[in-house]
C-alpha cells in the first residue's frame, strides 16, 4: 500500500535550517506529484510546497516563498523540504503528501522554532 516516511525534524533556534526527508513507498513515485504541508497547533493544516513529478513545476506558500525549497530524488523515492532561515512562525507538524487512488500522508516530523 502507499506508504510515505517523514524525517529530519527537530528543535532549531530561529534563523537555523532543517532539511526534512519523505521516503514513498507502494506506488509509482516518479509518476506522481508530491507535496509538504504543515500543521501548527490549533490551527489547520496548510500546504507548505508542492513539486510535480519531473521537478519541473514549483508551488511555494507566500509565507516561505524564498527561504523554503523542494526537491525529490526519483531514483530515491524521497521528497525533501529544505527549509532556512526558520521562524518561531514556521514550528509545527510537517506531513508529505501524495494522491494516487486517494490522499496519503505520512505520520508527520514535529518541527519547533525557538525565538
Known amino acids: 500500500q502507499v506508504q510515505l516516511v517523514e524525517s529530519g525534524g527537530g528543535l532549531v533556534e530561529s534563523g537555523g535550517s532543517l532539511k526534512l526527508s519523505c521516503v514513498a513507498s507502494g506506488f509509482m513515485f516518479n509518476w506522481y506529484s508530491m507535496s509538504w504541508h504543515r500543521q501548527a497547533p490549533g490551527k489547520e493544516r496548510e500546504l507548505v510546497a508542492s513539486i510535480d513529478s519531473e521537478s519541473q513545476n514549483f508551488d511555494y506558500a507566500a509565507a516561505v516563498k524564498g527561504r523554503f525549497i523542494i526537491s525529490r530524488d526519483n531514483a530515491k523515492n524521497t521528497v525533501y523540504l529544505q527549509m532556512n532561515s526558520l521562524k518561531p512562525e514556521d514550528t509545527g507538524v510537517y506531513y508529505c503528501?501524495?494522491?494516487?487512488?486517494?490522499?496519503?500522508w505520512g505520520q508527520g516530523t514535529q518541527v519547533t522554532v525557538s525565538s
Open positions: 503528501k501524495v494522491k494516487v487512488m486517494s490522499h496519503t
